[in-house]
Each structure stands twice: as C-alpha cells, then as structure tokens.
C-alpha cells in the first residue's frame, strides 16, 4: 500500500484539515492543507470550515484549535505534550504567585502572560486571573499591553523568551528561584524553558562566525538570552522562514531552531547553528501511518470520542478562552 496515495484519497474524500507545524517531519508536513507557526495555526484552524482537524504538532496546539473551536471535532495522531508546556502546571503556578506574595508582591500588582505553549489549565488559570496568551511572533505587542495594566508582568513557563523580550524591550527581568531582584523587575519569569533550543550556545556561533566570516546567525526566542544577545536575527518560526528566504542564496546563514524545519528551508548555504541534530522529540513522533490511521478512524464518523480525540472540560476551556481571545484582541 502507498501510504501517501491512500492518504491523498482520505482527505479528498472526509471533511477534514489536515495541519502541521513546521517541525513536523517532511512527509507529513507535505500533506497538510495548513502550514504555520503556533499563532497561525490557531487562528487558520478556527477559521477553517471542515468538520474535523486533524493536527499534526504538540499537545497544547491540538488544545488551542478545541479551545477556539469547540464545535469542531479535534484529532491528534500523536497527543504528544511540548516539553516546556510540562514544566508547569496549575499547582506550580499558584507556588509561583505565593512565593511572589511572600515577596510582598501581591496578586494584585501582576498581570499574568503565559507563552501558548501550556496546558489548557494554565491558560485558564491566567485568564481567571485578567492575563492572557502570547507566542513567539506577538510577544513584544502582548507584553506591552500588558504593561499599560501598571502591574509587572508574569511570565510562565519560558524564562528565555520572557528574558529575551526584555531586553529588546529595555525592560528589566528576574527569574523567580534564582536569586534575582524580583521587585527591580519589570517582567518575573518562571524558570522554565525549551530542552530543544538549549542545545545552541554562544560557543556555537563562534564556531560558524571563525569558520565563515561573514555569516548570519538567525535564531528562534526560546534559545538562551547569551545566544539571542549575539544573533543577527531573532524572531518566531515563521519569522524565521521569511528572513531567510529573502537573503540572497549566496549569503551563508547558521539557524538556531529545530532541524526538520531548518533542514527543509534553503537547499545551499544553510547550516544548522549546532554540532547537534536538534529535533524535537514530540513533534516528530507523529509518523505517516499515524496520519493515515487517524484519517481512517476520522472515515468512521462516529459519535463517540475518537482515542486521539482532544477533549476539554468546558469549565476549563471558558476561561482558556478568555486568555486567548484577549491575545486575538491586541
Ligand atoms: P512558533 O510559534 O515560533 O512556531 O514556536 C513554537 C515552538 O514550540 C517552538 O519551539
Ligand atoms: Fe516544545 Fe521545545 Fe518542542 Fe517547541 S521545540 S514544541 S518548545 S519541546
């Protein structure tokens, strides 16, 4: 069987978009009928009309279309979970707000942000709390909203990206746990962070700016301030995608983000800025047969959940919502 020509026919025939994120593996992010960073596959799978999503990325992704859309019928070949999204839950971001309470920093004086790539939980503890979402592409516009609030910013889970914005914002930030002045800080970010984007380091880039003099280095905001601080571009994956593939093909350019995108982006004088080869465990879990699986399940149209069917609460997707929608709103 053709794995690929079977799908092919699945999808002409159900009622069904198929979408991917960039770091999915090439033989499924060929098929997809949506492409995008985190912020456009949420919006473009709201506004797509089919019955069922089929969505190809991690949990919090599949979480956000359901979210969004809970009149559609969302199934994730693989619920694989982000692994930052892990590295916080409910409880651990009430600890946060009692650890900044027992600072003297009263709930009263922060506005929650949380990075969309969390739990649905998170989300809508951030929104009960008149927070909301942001990614990768409009941080720097959420966290300026944020801040007309008078209030310091809580940044969960990504410390690098609350960092990182910071600094391009000439903010001042702190990290709660580390011992950094949580009252000087304009922004106070959890300790949390993306095990993929670690993998690139300043001595990296020294590596490719010895080898090849004049280089670029571009590099997505999860990776280390140390690492942003020394790039020449710094931005979301879609922001990625366009500045690269508007340098001319000569120019030589070392890319800090994960390889599946990077590998497909220019055919010459694209390096992978690390002697590593950063995939991102999660997302590429999801295998063709998975696809093909998934679709076939999908055939059946039953009424019934579907195994890989995302499901939310309807109490914890209100307030999810809300964070979400403030997000749409800036
Ligand atoms: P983007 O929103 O830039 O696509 O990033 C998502 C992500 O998880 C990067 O690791
Ligand atoms: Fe999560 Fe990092 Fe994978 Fe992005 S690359 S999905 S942040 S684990």
């Not at 944020?146 to 930030?173: E, H, T, W, Y």
């Not at 999860?222 to 020394?230: A, K």
């Not at 922001?239 to 599946?260: M, R, S």
Request: contains cysteine; hydrophobic residues 40%; proline residues 3%.
């Amino acid at each position: 069987m053709n794995l690929k020509e079977e799908i092919l026919k699945l999808k002409e025939k159900l009622d069904v978009t198929v979408v991917a994120h960039f770091y999915q593996r090439d033989e499924v992010f060929e098929l997809a009928d949506i492409t995008g960073d985190s912020l456009e596959l949420a919006k473009k799978s709201m506004e797509a009309t089919s019955k069922y999503i089929l969505f190809c990325g991690v949990g919090f992704m599949g979480e956000g279309v359901k979210i969004l859309s809970p009149e559609k019928r969302v199934l994730m070949p693989k619920i694989a979970c982000c692994a930052m999204a892990r590295m916080i839950d409910v409880d651990y971001f009430d600890e946060s707000v009692e650890k900044l309470n027992k600072a003297g920093i009263t709930k009263d004086d922060i506005l929650p942000i949380t990075y969309i790539n969390s739990s649905a939980a998170v989300k809508a503890r951030v929104g009960e709390m008149g927070g909301l979402v942001c990614t990768s592409s409009n941080a720097y516009k959420i966290i300026q909203k944020g801040l007309q609030s008078g209030k310091k910013i809580l940044f969960v889970p990504d410390r690098c990206l609350g960092q990182n914005f910071a600094k391009a914002m000439n903010l001042k930030s702190a990290v709660i746990g580390d011992g950094t002045n949580l009252h000087e800080a304009d922004i106070i970010c959890y300790n949390g962070f993306c095990s993929v984007h670690q993998q690139f380091t300043v001595e990296d880039v020294e590596f490719y700016r010895e080898k090849y003099e004049d280089i670029l280095i571009a590099v997505h905001p999860e990776c280390d301030p140390s690492v942003c601080d020394v790039a020449d571009f710094v931005g979301s994956t879609s922001q990625l995608i366009k500045y690269i593939k508007e340098l001319p093909i000569e120019q030589k350019v070392a890319v800090g983000t994960e390889f599946n995108m990077v590998n497909r982006l220019r055919k010459e004088n694209t390096y992978i800025l690390s002697s590593t080869k950063p995939e991102c465990p999660t997302m590429n879990e999801t295998t063709l047969e998975d696809l093909y699986k998934t679709l076939k399940d999908i055939e059946k149209d039953q009424k019934e959940p579907y195994a890989s069917e995302i499901l939310i609460d309807e109490d914890r997707a209100q307030w999810a919502r809300v964070a979400l929608q403030r997000m749409f709103e800036v």
